[in-house]
Structure formats: C-alpha cells, structure tokens
C-alpha cells in the first residue's frame, strides 16, 4: 500500500506537489536531516484573505493599539481556566472551549447555558475601555464530528467512516451543517478539519483523519474549508505536518520521513485548504526529523507563509509550546519567532501574557514579528466580519441537533458502512424477522460515537446523555417493529424465543490522541469469541457490527461470522446501521452499501475494497483469503 501513494498522491491537480518532490533535489547533495528547501515546495495559488481596504483598515487600528492590546490578540485561553470578567485586564484575542469544556452544568450542560456564556465573553470583550473601536473575540471549539462537546448536537460520523464514504459533497455538507450548530452557539471558528494522512494505524488519532490516501483527503479539505466558511466561521487546517507519518504511529512523536514524501504525502491536502482559503492553520505536537513543529521556522514560516503563500493565523496545539527546549506553559519566545500567531495557552495565560509582554518589550521577540503575528489574527476577524457583526441576539440563533441535521448524519452513516463480508444471504435482514441483537456495542451510543464526544476521551455514558438520538438497538427494534418483525436485546447472547438472525455489536472503546495508540494490530476479545461461536455451534446466522477508529486484525471474528460490517464510528444516528440491514419482508435491500475502505485492512482487503448486495460471491470468497492483502 505505502509504495502506491506517491502515485495516488501525484494524480489530478496534485501533480505539481510530485514534480516539485522528484526534481531538483536529485541534483542536490543528500540533505542533513531537518533541513527543508522551500524551492521544493508548491507556490499555491491561495485564495485571498485580505483586500486593500481590510488592510487599511487594519493598520489604522493597528497604531491605535497599545502594546499589551497586541500581545493580547496571540493568546487563547481555555474557558475551564478564565471568565468573562478577566478580559476587563487581560485584553486577550480569543477563547477556547478544549477537550473538556466545562460551561455551568459541565457536559450535562444545555445549549442555553453555553449560549449565555458565550455572550457575556463577547459583552465583556466589546466592554473594554479603548481608544479605538471595541476588537471581537475569536470563539472556538473542537469539532471533529460536529460540536459533539454540546449535549443535544448533531454527532455525524468520525471522519474514518466519512472517508469509507468516499463523497466529498456529503463532506462540505456536513461542515456546513457543523458550522451552523457551532454559529447558533456563538461560536465562530472551528478546529477542524484534521488533514493527517495516516500511514501507521496503530496512532491513536486514526479515526480524526479521512484516509490514507493524499488524493481522497486532499478533496474533502477543500469541500469542508469552503462549506463551513460560507457559514461566516473560520475552518482550521491541521495539523501542520506529518502528524500522520510518525514512526510507529506514535502520537506525538517523530516523522523520520524524508522532505519528498512530506511534500508527496503530507502536504497535498494543507495546498488544497490554502487554495480554498482556509482562515487558520493549526500545528503539529510532533516533530519532523527530530525538530518540533512548533519550533520549526522554516517549515512555519519559510514553508506554510513564504512559499505556500498562507496569509491567515499559525495557532499552536493545546499547550504544545510548552514542549520546546527552553519553553514553559508560560513563557515561549522560540515558537512565536518561529512563526506561530496565536499561543492556545488553556491554563497559563496570565503568565504568558506577562511574559510575552516583557518579551516584546526586551527584544527578543521584535516588533515586526508581533506586528505580523496581530495583523493575521485581525485579519481573520475581519474575513469573518466580526468588526461588522450584528448584536449578540441575532448572531446566535439557530437550530441544535435539528431534524434536518440528523437526517444528514443518518444519511452519512449509510454511506460509510463496509461490508467485508456476506455469505448465505445473512445481509439484508428480512424486515419480519425476528432478530436477536447482542454485544457490549448494542445498546451503547457513547462507544457508538467514540472519543471527542462530550468530553475529550468520550467514555462511557448513559443513552440519556444523547438527546434525540439512537442506539444501533434501538434503531434496528424500531425498523424491525414497523414492518411486523422484532428484536431481542441480550447482554450475554443467550435469548428467550430462538433467533433467524443474531447481530453482533462489538469494538473498541472510545479513546481520543496518545491514549489510543497501540501496541499492535491484534484485537483481542475472548468474551466476544466465545459468544459468536456458540451464536454458531447453534446454526444461528450471525451478523458483525464492528465499531473502531481503525482498521484491526481480527481473523477469528471475521471467519465466526456470516456477515461483517464495519460500522466504523457512526455517531448519533444508529438509524443509518439499520436502514442498510434490515431490507423488507421479501428480504430485498432497501438501502446498499456504498462504503469502501479508506485504508488497508490489516493481512486481509485493500484499500478501495467493499461489497455490495450485488457483489459476485465468489469475489467475496476470494478477497477473504489470507493472501489478499500480502500480494
């Protein structure tokens, strides 16, 4: 797989980032290790983010601003450590609601709750005395599967699934709809998309990232930058670069990879966020060839500002200037002059803002480099036309967890599923059949719905939790009951009437970053084993639902089983598994599966593969073999 993706990554409009990797350098000497040669690199074509009138707009504003008014635009704070009232002193540019958002009411809280705290943010902001016009806040929040951290929200897919789903159309629609819930909040700018192009499953951060194949993310980027910044909020490109190219997957860790495969694999989709005028830029925790991203001038600046042409904000990662030699949570020269805008400082705030400020002050960060890295900061408030912004009342409606919404993510849960495997007629389910559904996934929406999902490792939580949406259970009981069938819902597979069918719904548990990395590929569970094969040994039909944030080794339950499906993450609407499960009373489907793999399963189908219920059978005897994906 990993030989084919410079040829992936080099087809279409791509092309130039492939002929710009294999020319010049073979004339070149070997390059030392971390040294970057921006000639290498693509000159993008980036969509304008500034206009003549913006910029002087900006600079008068600019000479009105005093000195800590500056250092204020390039911090962000996190909303568990600050309150409305300490912008009163600390003139600070943006907040942040992280991993663990924490409004009155912590995840239990109501979209009431976080609209209100949002607004005495922005009233604090427009408060501060000043001798030019009032400078709005940058309010943003994680979003890798919508606004998941707000009970009630759309959770659509993890972006795994939505790549299985191979539509970048669905995609743009779904960051529209993201950006929608999110400006219905307050919010204006979301940290999302990941781009990382992952090439070692086994990094925890799989499930955030669409594909293994530049070309296919490289798509979805720019549909889902251009969809949610019509909504009037700023999209982040991140995680600038290589993230997906450490060795051994580990989160964090080092891409030892060389410059040709970062600008052939890595960079396609950071060109494609660019062109489609993508506002921020988010950097990578982990290092390229030993040098951490967040004190790496020459890919920050030289690369993503010079030669890519970015014009928007360089924001750090959560705390991730901290990790630089010399560095602290609270003080940071290295990684400003290095090329970041905007420090996320969740904690330490006060003391990188008095830092900073003594900083600026002594030289070692110059003014330029401040007055650069405030100028992007503005700018990106003025793109979003926040200096023009209505009142707080009217910029904050709109709809949480609508109808229209979930019908979108339902649909997305169609189109993400793969089926890997469907032999005698398990799949579709007759629609008056009587089912027997089990497994530790069944009757679970938060493992359904995986980390970043009320809270940054997700965990377990009780269906109460997820107003408005639905177990796989719950959904296939109530397709099975519309059309004269039923199902029984069982812990520990044993059942009271005998089954036509057993579903089977089981995987990982949820987990978010380095906490989800493993050892190896290997899934392991003897409970799970042992309850397909006596689902077997008692001549039931069995059906896998397979929830994970990844591709897994697992050839004991994928031969238990009749029918496998990876179901990937799908969110809140589990009514998306049953639409393609249960067909009707003849047994004809009523929805197929469209989803195709994104990645390669391990020692078994390769990238691209997926059935159909039109699939030759004997093609699905065949990929099943042990040498399909060693050849």
């Keep these: 797989m990993n030989a084919a993706l410079p040829r992936l990554a080099c087809a279409g409009a791509l092309s130039l980032l492939c002929a710009a990797a294999s020319g010049t350098a073979a004339a070149d000497q070997a390059p030392s290790a971390g040294q970057v040669h921006p000639a290498l690199w693509p000159q993008v074509h980036a969509a304008a983010l500034d206009s003549a009138a913006t910029e002087a707009q900006l ?276 990684a400003f002059n290095a090329g970041l805008d905007m420090f996320m400082a969740p904690d330490e705030w006060r003391g990188l803002f008095e830092h900073t400020l003594a900083q600026v002050r002594a030289g070692q960060i110059s003014a330029a480099r401040l007055d650069d890295a405030v100028r992007r900061v503005l700018r990106v408030k003025a793109a979003l036309g926040l200096f023009a912004a209505p009142s707080l009342t009217t910029a904050v409606r709109g709809e949480i967890g609508g109808e229209q919404h979930r019908a979108l993510a339902r649909q997305a849960v169609r189109e993400s599923l793969v089926l890997l495997k469907n032999t005698g007629g398990a799949l579709p389910i007759r629609a008056d059949a009587h089912v027997l559904v089990t497994g530790e996934g069944a009757d679970d929406i938060g493992q359904q719905c995986g980390g970043w999902t009320l809270s940054w490792q997700g965990g377990r939580r009780h269906n109460e939790d997820f107003p408005h949406a639905q177990s796989i259970y719950g959904a296939l009981s109530a397709a099975l009951a519309s059309a004269g069938g039923s199902a029984e819902l069982s812990a520990d597979g044993n059942y009271r009437s005998r089954p036509d069918v057993a579903v089977v719904v089981y995987g990982e548990q949820p987990y978010a970053e380095g906490l989800g990395d493993r050892p190896n590929l290997v899934y392991e569970d003897l409970q799970t084993r042992s309850l397909l094969a006596r689902l077997r040994a008692n001549h039931i039909p069995v059906v896998s639902v397979f929830l994970s944030g990844r591709p897994l080794q697992l050839d004991a339950e994928l031969d238990a089983s009749d029918a496998f499906v990876a179901a990937w993450l799908p969110g809140s609407e589990g009514v998306g598994v049953a639409d393609v499960l249960i067909g009707d009373v003849q047994g004809r489907a009523r929805h197929d599966f469209r989803g195709r793999l994104s990645y390669a399963w391990p020692t078994r189908f390769d990238l691209g593969y997926g059935l159909d219920y039109g699939s030759d059978r004997t093609l699905a005897r065949l990929m099943m073999s042990q040498e399909v994906g060693r050849r």
Aim: hydrophobic residues 45%.
């Design 59 to 334: 600079t008068r504003l600019m000479a009105r601003m005093s000195l800590a008014e500056k250092v204020g635009q390039v911090i962000q704070a996190d909303i568990g450590s600050i309150a409305p009232q300490d912008l009163r002193r600390y003139p600070l540019g943006s907040i942040l609601a992280g991993g663990d958002p924490s409004p009155r009411g912590g995840t239990h809280a109501r979209p009431r709750a976080w609209r209100e705290l949002l607004q005495a943010f922005r009233r604090a902001a427009r408060a501060r005395p000043a001798t030019h016009a009032p400078i709005p806040l940058l309010l943003a929040i994680d979003a890798p599967h919508g606004i998941a951290h707000v009970r009630g929200a759309t959770i659509f897919p993890q972006a795994i699934g939505l790549g299985a789903a191979h539509d970048a159309a669905l995609v743009g629609r779904i960051g529209a709809a993201t950006a929608e819930e999110a400006a219905a909040l307050g919010f204006n700018w979301l940290l999302t998309p990941t781009l990382a192009v992952p090439q070692n499953v086994r990094w925890g951060r799989t499930y955030e990232a669409w594909s293994s194949d530049p070309a296919l993310v490289g798509s979805y980027a720019a549909a889902l930058v251009q969809a949610v910044q019509r909504a009037h909020v700023a999209a982040t490109a991140k995680h600038f670069i290589g993230d997906g190219a450490t060795t051994d997957g580990i989160d964090q860790g080092d891409a030892a990879v060389d410059e040709q495969q970062l600008i052939a694999v890595h960079a396609p989709a950071f060109v494609s966020a660019i062109e489609a005028g993508v506002l921020s830029v988010m950097v990578s925790y982990s290092s390229w060839q030993g040098i951490r991203m967040h004190g790496n001038r020459e890919l920050l600046t030289a690369v993503l500002k010079q030669r890519l042409g970015f014009d928007g904000m360089v924001i750090g990662d959560w705390d991730g200037h901290n990790q630089l030699e010399g560095c602290s949570s609270s003080s940071c020269p290295t």
